[in-house]
């Protein structure tokens, strides 16, 4: 008893250190949990980049899994990703949507024109209002909707593995 | 002591960038890290905002010292000049102006990007163990100063 009581602190700043260490080295400060998990697609109401559809909103999002992307042509990791968001709508069919953020919609267009597209319509959230609804901190931004409701956000650009590894479980399981 | 010629000079500028570049090239991470903290640093002077008193002018003074910049994450949006953070103080600007309390706008910013946007934690069961570990530790320290295990 007595040892126990003398080891204590020692154990308790141990514990502390362990945690800090953690925290300091392999702890992924970037990557918020969204608080909107399993809660209902945000109401929105955007104009898309192309015909023959001139609106995209929340109901759009509405039944089977879904994706929507959040990017830009002004962010560099988007357009890394951009040839995996091909690979992926041309490999398994998922019905894909994106919402550009604060861009010019001439350049996405021209950009979607020149590199494929792979979504089914493109809102313009040019003020980025509907950003802030979506808790959009940093794009590429990938959510994953079933049923109408968001069931997981990916933060940042994806590659292969991250896709197989992380995305493609968590599609499959709502599919 | 011999005085330093023109070649010392120029050896020890090269010693230095041989010793420096592979570090630099290592910490390409780092730079990138510094650079995000060099645009979150340079504020540009804040738009003016105006309000309909004085006392929402200190309410939104308040708010934006209390609320993170998810981008620049140690810092708050009054200091923050990344895109985000002006966005976000313009909304809470709105929010002022359509008189809603301090409680009903964190409410708004949390349903969005979850409690890590407060600057300071919520007083809740969760973050017990955050409120109360100094008072705790203080408390222990206390214990075992005065209270000899000697019998």
Not at chain 1, 154 to 169: F, H, K, M, N, S
Not at chain 2, 62 to 82: G, M
Not at chain 2, 123 to 144: C, E, G, H, R, V
Request: with cysteine.
């Amino acid at each position: 008893m007595k040892l126990l009581v003398k080891c204590l602190p020692v154990a308790l700043i141990c514990a502390l250190v362990g945690v800090l260490w953690h925290q300091l080295f392999y702890a992924h400060p970037y990557e918020i949990p969204s608080p909107l998990l399993s809660r209902p697609v945000p109401t929105f109401e955007l104009t898309t980049l192309h015909g023959p559809f001139t609106t995209f909103n929340n109901k759009d999002l509405e039944g089977k899994l879904k994706l929507l992307v959040y990017w830009a042509t002004w962010c560099s990791a988007c357009r890394e990703e951009h040839p995996i968001l091909m690979k992926i709508s041309e490999r398994y069919q998922i019905p894909m949507y994106s919402i550009i953020y604060k861009d010019e919609p001439a350049a996405a267009k021209d950009w979607l024109a020149k590199h494929g597209n792979p979504y089914r319509k493109v809102g313009d959230d040019n003020k980025g209002d509907v950003a802030i609804d979506f808790g959009v901190y940093g794009t590429p931004e990938i959510y994953v909707i079933s049923e109408g409701k968001i069931v997981y956000k990916q933060i940042g650009a994806i590659d292969e593995a991250t896709w197989q590894d992380t995305l493609l479980p968590i599609i499959n399981q709502y599919r | 002591m011999r005085r330093l010629g023109k070649t010392h000079y120029y050896l020890l500028l090269i010693n230095i960038v041989k010793l420096a570049y592979p570090m630099l090239k290592q910490s390409s991470k780092i730079v990138a890290a510094l650079l995000l903290a060099c645009i979150c640093q340079f504020s540009f002077a804040q738009a003016p905002y105006s309000f309909n008193n004085p006392k929402q002018a200190q309410q939104f003074e308040q708010l934006t010292q209390e609320v993170r910049c998810i981008v620049c994450q140690n810092q708050s949006l009054a200091e923050s000049s990344a895109p985000l953070a002006k966005d976000l103080r313009k909304k809470i600007h709105a929010l002022i102006l359509a008189n809603k309390t301090n409680a009903e706008i964190k409410t708004y910013l949390t349903n969005r990007y979850g409690e890590f946007i407060l600057l300071r934690p919520l007083f809740t069961a969760k973050n017990s163990l955050l409120w109360f570990f100094p008072f705790a530790s203080i408390f222990l320290l206390l214990f075992y100063f005065f209270w000899p295990l000697k019998k």
